[in-house]
């Protein structure tokens, strides 16, 4: 296991060196000045243009430049947005916590509601229960997540107004933005109406945060009822029966630990998808968190802010895949043995 | 005393094409301590058998006998929970692949300790846990495992096959089961390893009266401590008696074929061609009428399309219209 | 039924009708294969069927709601948009962005990464487990956000939007028949099939190919619905495919400042993205599960 962990972190450094190996390459064919591109100071202010060219080792070659950004990079210097002229790393971090808070909400709500169901459809199967629940799933999981968003927006915000269309708390509130995570804020500060803000934030972050979590939660669902009704029929299950043990315990002993495997492994793969239903979701709910900040960017052509939310995005979802991929060969480890047999 | 008594049992199968019958008329008897080898070809239906008896029924099987009984137990009159619980307390099966018959996410230890039940155990929970531990470390030293630490600390992907076997032959008489169904338990292993899982078997059934129903492919992996053996084609039940009176004087033709077959014989001169049956087994949607072996046998004749009566001569019994000899005084 | 020829004879069907009749089982499948036959249909000749010129603004009839509506003019069946134009027509002229764009950029780029996958699968040196994993990592980044990147180089403009798809779309396929071919060519009969002597063009192509094709199916319907989505959701955001053109995404974005005056906007072409990608998915998945039976019964 600790050979397997090696391995893999070793992968994600080299793969987060070639990360930013490309980032660096982006800033050339980004159009514009590449300094400009790379540390959001224009050429018109000219001394402090100077300054960073040297500081960039713009007048030698392409590897001391490389080397003086990769440098600058990790020590948190991301340079400065091109429009509002505010450091990219200060402003991403409350950001990130913003997408994190959405993110981890939406998939608990997918495991709480997806497995359960796929475990229920996998029990009945081919019952009139399980056609529903796969026909509901392959049908939300078709379904294109900006066009729900409006939907949902359409009848719960506009016709019931049971919430409000957007944003992530009403500015009367005056929270002070910490780790960008509304509820947490909300939490740490002294706001003597804390219990109001509460019940506002969370009266804005339903909405959203079911919107995203339907798509996991519907593959979820689905890769849960196959594999229970894979594992179902393995030998091992029929065995476990032949020995006489209880039904119960073959079912939480052998049975679910087992049917959990692929879900585990698709853990990632889930993510990835949230990431990308995420960026959209965040632009039509107005949540400030990085994806709504990355379109942004490109709609302005901002591309050191560009830079730095493609790179929070890539960083976030590979080391998610790694934590899974970790879990999985921890808690299931004749994957182990397949990955080095390889060799 | 016979403990199992099957008369008659059908297993007809839904396919596309129609029912299939499996198993056609069989019968068994298996008594208190005794092993009896089942021998048949694959797709004979023997391993169908061992499903019925442990009652591993699939809603799409149709199963009809005069008699499955266990012991005092109608199974067939049973539902499924009662069933279950008769055949996991009285009953075990070991099987040809065995670390597939383990759970591959969890070590072979716990799996061992859940299969001891826990009625035999006393105490709060911990002495409970313990004991379970102690005993099943002594499971796995009756079935020949000395580092007994090591196997259960290991996932069942890290076990040899010969090594799982035991292992499934540990959990199997766990709880003392009264017969032991083996379904090809030494099939994919080494001669070395196969000899010992059999003498552990015979062993086990001698120490303490256990049955097996060992089912197995050739003749040539009879063990000389079975005492009964039974030959099934094409689910049908050919010859039955003492395996001793089975092999020496067998009284089916196919009985005699199998022998023949398997039997290398030192004075067959070279190059003569292996004595073997004409033509294949049949497949289940073609399943010839009357004795399934008819239209491969050197001895058929007219009558044989109709199935023949299970008949008795002195202590063996056969399926067959023409048997080898005629015990005329019997007749 | 009554045989009529005395030697009953059991006929298997072959592979490819096996899975039609699987399919022709399911009557979703059915109905989804239906739907995407009128929906590539549509496709074809949308110039000659819709019943007004998608851009064409009628001053006096804005913001029409459908003709099943009380104050719907069955002229305008789906209705009008902000600026007064049919969204019937729309749909339907806009089925060519978001169905035939998608259609070429999933062709053109398996036809490449199904060619540099196969090549990297028969060929000993691309192995390297390594490269594999680092794929396998780089791959998990979602397609949009790469698309995104590639529209920031190149700015929004629709063949843009097309080669960004087509580009994330290839390593998907690389990796996936790469997979592929190296789960297969280490099985027995790959081993039996060189052993008799046969050559890699062969091999790749009659030996390997038609024990992956489930894996291609189910890429294709994946990579397909991928870049509709995808395109829609570049649309949508203001990336993709520009304003005036009817692309279904294009149109929802539109309708998001008017969702409360005229929601029929965007529910309609929203259905219409729905329908298609949903369709995709059923005739993907079942065709997957026939070949999976098949491949079972074997």
Same mark, same amino acid.
């Given at each position: 296991?600790?050979?397997?962990?090696?391995?893999?972190?070793?992968?994600?450094? $080299?793969?987060?060196?070639?990360?930013?190996?490309?980032?660096?390459?982006?800033?050339?064919?980004?159009?514009?000045?590449?300094?400009?591109?790379?540390?959001?100071?224009?050429?018109?202010?000219?001394?402090?243009?100077?300054?960073?060219?040297?500081?960039?080792?713009?007048?030698?070659?392409?590897?001391?430049?490389?080397?003086?950004?990769?440098?600058?990079?990790?020590?948190?210097?991301?340079?400065?947005?091109?429009?509002?002229?505010?450091?990219?790393?200060?402003?991403?971090?409350?950001?990130?916590?913003?997408?994190?808070?959405?993110?981890?909400?939406?998939?608990?709500?997918?495991?709480?509601?997806?497995?359960?169901?796929?475990?229920?459809?996998?029990?009945?199967?081919?019952?009139?229960?399980?056609?529903?629940?796969?026909?509901?799933?392959?049908?939300?999981?078709? $379904?294109? $997540?900006?066009?729900?968003?409006?939907?949902?927006?359409?009848?719960?915000?506009?016709?019931?107004?049971?919430?409000?269309?957007?944003?992530?708390?009403?500015?009367?509130?005056?929270?002070?933005?910490?780790?960008?995570?509304?509820?947490?804020?909300?939490?740490?500060?002294?706001?003597?109406?804390?219990?109001?803000?509460?019940?506002?934030?969370?009266?804005?972050?339903?909405?959203?945060?079911?919107?995203?979590?339907?798509?996991?939660?519907?593959?979820?669902?689905?890769?849960?009822?196959?594999?229970?009704?894979?594992?179902?029929?393995?030998?091992?299950?029929?065995?476990?029966?032949?020995?006489?043990?209880?039904?119960?315990?073959?079912?939480?002993?052998?049975?679910?630990?087992?049917?959990?495997?692929?879900?585990?492994?698709?853990?990632?793969?889930?993510?990835?998808?949230?990431?990308?239903?995420?960026? $959209?979701?965040?632009?039509?709910?107005?949540?400030?968190?990085?994806?709504?900040?990355?379109?942004?960017?490109?709609?302005?052509?901002?591309?050191?802010?560009?830079?730095?939310?493609?790179?929070?995005?890539?960083?976030?979802?590979?080391?998610?895949?790694?934590?899974?991929?970790?879990?999985?060969?921890?808690?299931?480890?004749?994957?182990?043995?397949?990955?080095?047999?390889?060799? | 005393?016979?403990?199992?008594?099957?008369?008659?049992?059908?297993?007809?199968?839904?396919?596309?094409?129609?029912?299939?019958?499996?198993?056609?008329?069989?019968?068994?008897?298996?008594?208190?301590?005794?092993?009896?080898?089942?021998?048949?070809?694959?797709?004979?239906?023997?391993?169908?058998?061992?499903?019925?008896?442990?009652?591993?029924?699939?809603?799409?099987?149709?199963?009809?006998?005069?008699?499955?009984?266990?012991?005092?137990?109608?199974?067939?009159?049973?539902?499924?929970?009662?069933?279950?619980?008769?055949?996991?307390?009285?009953?075990?099966?070991?099987?040809?692949?065995?670390?597939?018959?383990?759970?591959?996410?969890?070590?072979?230890?716990?799996?061992?300790?859940?299969?001891?039940?826990?009625?035999?155990?006393?105490?709060?929970?911990?002495?409970?846990?313990?004991?379970?531990?102690?005993?099943?470390?002594?499971?796995?030293?009756?079935?020949?495992?000395?580092?007994?630490?090591?196997?259960?600390?290991?996932?069942?992907?890290?076990?040899?096959?010969?090594?799982?076997?035991?292992?499934?032959?540990?959990?199997?008489?766990?709880?003392?089961?009264?017969?032991?169904?083996a379904d090809e338990p030494t099939t994919a292993m080494e001669p070395s390893t196969r000899a010992q899982i059999y003498r552990l078997l015979a062993k086990l059934s001698a120490g303490q009266g256990m049955s097996i129903l060992m089912i197995t492919q050739d003749l040539t992996a009879v063990v000389p401590e079975s005492q009964r053996i039974s030959l099934i084609y094409c689910g049908q039940l050919m010859e039955t008696g003492p395996t001793d009176d089975v092999m020496q004087a067998p009284l089916h033709p196919y009985t005699d074929a199998m022998l023949s077959m398997s039997l290398f014989n030192q004075d067959t001169p070279v190059k003569t061609r292996l004595p073997t049956l004409s033509g294949a087994i049949p497949t289940l949607q073609h399943m010839p009428i009357g004795c399934r072996l008819g239209p491969r046998c050197p001895y058929a004749r007219r009558a044989c399309v109709k199935q023949p009566e299970l008949r008795k001569q002195q202590h063996q019994q056969f399926a067959c219209h023409y048997p080898l000899r005629e015990d005329s005084e019997h007749e | 039924m009554q045989n009529t020829n005395i030697y009953f004879q059991q006929r298997e069907?072959?592979?490819? +009708?096996?899975?039609?009749?699987?399919?022709?089982?399911?009557?979703?499948?059915?109905?989804?294969? !239906?739907?995407?036959?009128?929906?590539?249909?549509?496709?074809?000749?949308?110039?000659?069927?819709?019943?007004?010129?998608?851009?064409?603004?009628?001053?006096?009839?804005?913001?029409?709601?459908?003709?099943?509506?009380?104050?719907?003019?069955?002229?305008?069946?789906?209705?009008?948009?902000?600026?007064?134009?049919?969204?019937?027509?729309?749909?339907?002229?806009?089925?060519?962005?978001?169905?035939?764009?998608?259609?070429?950029?999933?062709?053109?780029?398996?036809?490449?990464?199904? %060619?540099?996958?196969?090549?990297?699968?028969?060929?000993?040196? #691309?192995?390297?487990?390594?490269?594999?994993?680092?794929?396998?990592?780089?791959?998990?980044?979602?397609?949009?956000?790469?698309?995104?990147?590639?529209?920031?180089?190149?700015?929004?403009?629709?063949?843009?939007?097309?080669?960004?798809?087509?580009?994330?779309?290839?390593?998907?396929?690389?990796?996936?028949?790469?997979?592929?071919?190296?789960?297969?060519?280490?099985?027995? !009969?790959?081993?039996?099939? +060189?052993?008799?002597?046969?050559?890699?063009?062969?091999?790749?192509?009659? #030996?390997?190919?038609?024990?992956?094709?489930?894996?291609?199916?189910?890429?294709?319907?994946?990579?397909?619905?991928?870049?509709?989505?995808?395109?829609?959701?570049?649309?949508?955001?203001?990336?993709? #495919?520009?304003?005036?053109?009817?692309?279904?995404?294009?149109?929802?974005?539109?309708?998001?400042?008017?969702?409360?005056?005229?929601?029929?906007?965007?529910?309609?072409?929203?259905?219409?993205?729905?329908?298609?990608?949903? %369709?995709?998915? #059923?005739?993907?998945?079942?065709?997957?599960?026939?070949?999976?039976?098949?491949?079972?019964?074997?």
């Amino acid at each position: 296991m600790i050979r397997y962990t090696l391995r893999r972190l070793t992968l994600l450094i $080299v793969t987060l060196w070639l990360l930013t190996v490309f980032l660096f390459s982006l800033n050339y064919f980004f159009p514009g000045d590449t300094l400009t591109n790379m540390t959001g100071i224009r050429a018109s202010d000219s001394l402090s243009y100077q300054l960073a060219a040297e500081a960039r080792g713009f007048d030698s070659s392409i590897f001391t430049q490389y080397l003086r950004f990769l440098g600058h990079f990790s020590s948190g210097d991301w340079g400065q947005s091109l429009t509002t002229q505010r450091d990219v790393f200060k402003q991403l971090l409350p950001l990130l916590g913003g997408t994190l808070e959405l993110s981890v909400l939406a998939m608990l709500l997918a495991m709480v509601i997806g497995a359960p169901l796929g475990l229920y459809a996998a029990r009945q199967q081919r019952g009139a229960m399980d056609r529903v629940v796969m026909g509901v799933s392959l049908s939300a999981y078709s $379904v294109p $997540v900006f066009w729900l968003a409006q939907l949902l927006i359409l009848l719960f915000a506009v016709k019931l107004g049971w919430t409000p269309i957007s944003g992530q708390l009403n500015p009367l509130f005056n929270i002070d933005v910490q780790t960008g995570s509304i509820i947490l804020d909300i939490l740490a500060s002294d706001n003597p109406y804390k219990s109001a803000a509460l019940a506002d934030a969370i009266n804005h972050l339903w909405l959203p945060v079911i919107v995203l979590a339907i798509m996991p939660g519907t593959m979820l669902m689905r890769i849960t009822r196959n594999s229970m009704l894979e594992v179902l029929q393995q030998n091992y299950i029929r065995a476990a029966r032949a020995r006489g043990l209880s039904e119960l315990r073959i079912l939480f002993r052998h049975v679910l630990p087992n049917a959990m495997q692929p879900v585990v492994r698709q853990l990632g793969l889930m993510f990835s998808i949230l990431m990308s239903n995420i960026i $959209v979701t965040e632009v039509i709910f107005n949540w400030p968190g990085l994806g709504s900040w990355l379109v942004k960017s490109i709609y302005e052509r901002d591309y050191p802010v560009l830079q730095g939310g493609l790179f929070a995005f890539a960083t976030l979802i590979l080391f998610v895949n790694v934590v899974v991929e970790l879990f999985h060969a921890w808690r299931y480890p004749q994957v182990r043995k397949e990955l080095y047999a390889e060799h | 005393m016979t403990i199992l008594d099957i008369r008659n049992l059908n297993i007809e199968l839904e396919t596309d094409n129609g029912p299939v019958r499996v198993l056609d008329r069989f019968n068994l008897q298996l008594a208190e301590g005794e092993i009896h080898t089942l021998v048949g070809e694959s797709g004979s239906g023997k391993s169908l058998l061992a499903k019925a008896i442990l009652g591993f029924i699939n809603p799409r099987w149709k199963i009809t006998a005069d008699r499955l009984w266990w012991r005092d137990y109608d199974l067939l009159a049973l539902n499924n929970a009662q069933r279950r619980l008769v055949t996991g307390r009285d009953m075990a099966m070991i099987f040809q692949d065995p670390s597939s018959h383990l759970d591959p996410n969890d070590k072979v230890g716990p799996q061992l300790c859940e299969t001891i039940p826990s009625g035999e155990l006393t105490g709060i929970y911990l002495k409970r846990r313990a004991d379970r531990q102690t005993r099943a470390e002594r499971l796995l030293h009756r079935v020949g495992i000395k580092d007994t630490k090591d196997v259960m600390e290991s996932y069942p992907h890290e076990l040899s096959e010969g090594l799982a076997q035991k292992v499934s032959i540990a959990m199997a008489i766990a709880h003392n089961p009264k017969l032991l169904i083996a379904d090809e338990p030494t099939t994919a292993m080494e001669p070395s390893t196969r000899a010992q899982i059999y003498r552990l078997l015979a062993k086990l059934s001698a120490g303490q009266g256990m049955s097996i129903l060992m089912i197995t492919q050739d003749l040539t992996a009879v063990v000389p401590e079975s005492q009964r053996i039974s030959l099934i084609y094409c689910g049908q039940l050919m010859e039955t008696g003492p395996t001793d009176d089975v092999m020496q004087a067998p009284l089916h033709p196919y009985t005699d074929a199998m022998l023949s077959m398997s039997l290398f014989n030192q004075d067959t001169p070279v190059k003569t061609r292996l004595p073997t049956l004409s033509g294949a087994i049949p497949t289940l949607q073609h399943m010839p009428i009357g004795c399934r072996l008819g239209p491969r046998c050197p001895y058929a004749r007219r009558a044989c399309v109709k199935q023949p009566e299970l008949r008795k001569q002195q202590h063996q019994q056969f399926a067959c219209h023409y048997p080898l000899r005629e015990d005329s005084e019997h007749e | 039924m009554q045989n009529t020829n005395i030697y009953f004879q059991q006929r298997e069907p072959s592979p490819l +009708r096996q899975i039609w009749l699987h399919m022709n089982a399911n009557p979703f499948a059915v109905v989804a294969f !239906y739907i995407l036959s009128l929906s590539l249909l549509m496709m074809l000749l949308s110039p000659l069927i819709t019943p007004f010129n998608p851009d064409a603004q009628f001053s006096d009839a804005i913001l029409q709601p459908p003709s099943w509506d009380v104050s719907g003019e069955i002229r305008f069946l789906f209705g009008t948009d902000d600026l007064g134009r049919d969204i019937l027509s729309r749909i339907i002229a806009g089925s060519v962005y978001s169905l035939g764009y998608p259609v070429i950029a999933v062709f053109i780029a398996a036809v490449i990464g199904v %060619s540099i996958g196969a090549w990297a699968g028969m060929s000993r040196g #691309v192995q390297s487990s390594t490269l594999n994993h680092m794929l396998d990592v780089i791959l998990s980044i979602p397609s949009l956000l790469l698309a995104l990147v590639i529209i920031a180089i190149l700015g929004p403009s629709l063949i843009n939007v097309m080669l960004a798809i087509t580009l994330v779309l290839i390593p998907q396929f690389i990796h996936v028949v790469h997979n592929a071919i190296y789960d297969e060519r280490y099985k027995e !009969y790959v081993t039996a099939s +060189r052993l008799n002597g046969v050559n890699r063009w062969y091999m790749l192509t009659r #030996v390997i190919f038609p024990n992956i094709t489930s894996v291609l199916v189910m890429q294709t319907t994946f990579a397909l619905s991928t870049a509709i989505l995808d395109i829609a959701a570049l649309g949508f955001l203001g990336l993709g #495919v520009q304003a005036p053109a009817p692309e279904w995404g294009t149109m929802l974005a539109r309708s998001l400042d008017q969702v409360y005056l005229s929601p029929w906007m965007m529910i309609l072409p929203g259905l219409a993205l729905f329908l298609t990608i949903l %369709s995709i998915n #059923v005739l993907g998945d079942s065709v997957r599960a026939a070949i999976a039976e098949r491949v079972r019964n074997s």
